[in-house]
Each structure stands twice: as C-alpha cells, then as structure tokens.
C-alpha cells in the first residue's frame, strides 16, 4: 500500500499542475484532454500491478527536458538501488525516446545498460554498451563496464578482444593486470578440461602480459614441478617476494616442491632466507624452523624465539609453544602449556586468511577475484598479529 502512495506521489503533483493549467490556459484544452487519459490509464496500469508500463506512460507527463533530466536520473537510480529494477528500466526508456541532446541520451542508454544487467538481460545490456558513444568518459566507463560483465560472464574472449581494441584508453590495470588475470582463467579451463599444454601456453601468455603476475608464476611453477622441470619452476617463482612480497605464503608450497628434499635443504633454506629478506612472512619463518627442526629442535627453538621478538605473531607464539611442549618434563608443566597450545590454535583458527584490500572482504580460502566487490587481484593474506 505504501509502495502505491508512493507511485502516486508524482501522480498528484501532475494532477495538480492539471487543474491549474486547466483554469489557465484553456486554448491547451485539447492537449490537457490527452494528459488527462495518460493519467487515467497510468493509473489503471499501476492498479493492474504493470509498473513498468504504469511508469512509462506516469514519466510521460513529467515532460523530460535538459532541465529536469538529472532529477530523473536519480530517480531511476534510488529504483535501482531499491530493487525497483522495472521502474527504472520504465524511466531510462521514457529519457532515451525524448529529445534530449546526444550527450544525455547515451547517459541514459549507459544507465539503462546498467538496468540490464541488474537483471540479468547482458546481452541487452551489452548491445547498448557497444553503441557509439561521443563522451569519452562515457565512453571508457561502457567499455569497462563491457569488460566487467563479460567477466560475470566467464566470456573472457570477448573481454580480451575489448582490452586488445581499446588498449589505449584503458588504464595499465586494465591492459597488463586484468588482461593477465583473463589469461589464466582461459588457462584454469584448459587444464580443468585436461588440455595441459594449452593451459601452459596460456599461463606463458598471462606472465607476458603481466610479469608481475603472482597467479601466472605459481600456476605455471606448479604445472612445471608437476613434471619434474624445478629448474625453470624455481626461476619463475622467484620473481614473487620481488613483484609480490605478501603472496609469499601462497607460493611457499610451490617453491618446497621445487627443491628435492631433503637432499637440497641447504639450497632451500638460502633461498627462504633471501625471500624472507624481501618479505616478512610468519610462513617463511616457521619454514626455516621446519627445516632447522630437521637438525636440531633447540636450533629451532632459539630461531622462532629470536623471531617473535621482531614479528609477534600468533603462530609463531603456536610453534614456539609446540617446541616447549616437545621439552617439557614436569606433567604439570606440560598440562599449562597443553591447554596454552589449545587456546593459541583455537584463536588461530577463529582468524579470517585472507583479506580484500579494496572491500574489506574477509575469508579462509584465496580468491584472485574478489567474490564481494569483483576486484582482481586485491586479496591478500592477512598480516600482522593473527595473520602472515
Ligand atoms: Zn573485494
């Protein structure tokens, strides 16, 4: 029922200017016998619950012209945020049908692709999104809002083929970083579908188009320890602590398999110590420790203490437990540092891993595209004291 006083809210207010205009102006009689049928039939469409129909032919008296355009903008977009998708749908239509100038109708062919693909109809949205538009800011806003849809899409082809195009009016994110990250999703298919050589194809492709890209070299690093070649693993996963210091405990596990173990342990600690040179990760210590244990636990000991007076760190403070525990001899001892361990790895546990730097988006599994806001590339591990 609110909803209904609501839609009749603009209703009245041209019911009014009717009456008035009505006393004023009678050589429009014609003209005002016409508004009044729109009125009644608005009415009866929004009584026979067809709002988009009702808010067609409502927006219809509103007169659309330079001056009133934006109110009606707003208007369609507190519908869209509301959820009111029809209503808004209802008003970008009634603006693109009026005759506005150039720049304002391709706004509101921009917005109403927006619309689209609030509900679903892509590939309208995406036909409006193609057209000609003579605003270069428009016009780079609807290639990448082209982009990002067909990135729901899972059309990476088509997305390439629009930053390959348009290169020059993209951002470097666009034509390196995103454009990388594309490549291996082609990639991440290829081999999901058991096409390995073409997948590694693809992941050379994305390390070309991104050298930076952390995804790229530990994918490709894998798939090469996967068949044994750990030279050219090793040299493409030793790019990351320069290129990408916190993704160094997602790449850990790649750059163990690099090495054969434990044969190579003095090779694989050189090479820990220098990433943990470039990058403070609580991963990479307790990888030295894990090693140094191998050896001498009190070796370990001693590092993991020594460590957690620079880095606190509640994992650290986890091992540095663990080894006490491994020590102790007095039962009541052993039984504190039990239920200290307990605590530590309950808190531990508790923690998120992995956070979004563009939203805030917390989670325990790595993402490379954020799944709350859609950024690329803006998951990281956490760091600090309950993180890496
Ligand atoms: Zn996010």
Known sequence: MFELLFLLLPLAVM??????????????????????????????????????????????LLHVDSENFDANLALAEVYRARGDVEKAIGIHRHLLGSSLPRIKLELAGYELA???????????????????????????????????????????????????????????????SYRAQFICEKAKESMGAGRIPEGEVYLRQALHADPRCSRAAIMLSELLCSRGDLEEASGIIAMIPDSSPGMAMIALPILRRCFRLPAENERYMEVLKLWLEKADSASLILEIASVLEQYDQQEAEKYVLQAIRHKPNLRLFERLTVYQLRSARDPSARESLSMLLNLVSTEIAMHKTYVCASCGFASKIMFWNCPSCGEWNSIQPVRGLDGD
């Open 114 to 176: 927006k619309d689209y693909i609030a509900v679903g109809m892509y590939d309208d949205a995406l036909k409006l999104l193609q057209e000609p538009r003579y605003d270069d800011e428009l016009r780079i806003k609807s290639l990448k809002l082209m982009i990002k849809t067909c990135q729901k899409l899972g059309d990476w082809d088509p997305a390439l083929e629009i930053i390959r195009r348009n290169g020059p009016d993209l951002t470097e994110k666009y034509t390196s």
């Open 15 to 60: 019911y009014g200017w009717y009456v008035g205009a009505r006393h004023e102006r009678r050589g429009f009689e014609r003209q005002e016998s016409s508004r009044a049928q729109k009125i009644v039939s608005g009415v009866r469409f929004l009584l026979a619950n067809k709002k988009l129909k009702a808010t067609e032919v409502l927006a219809d």
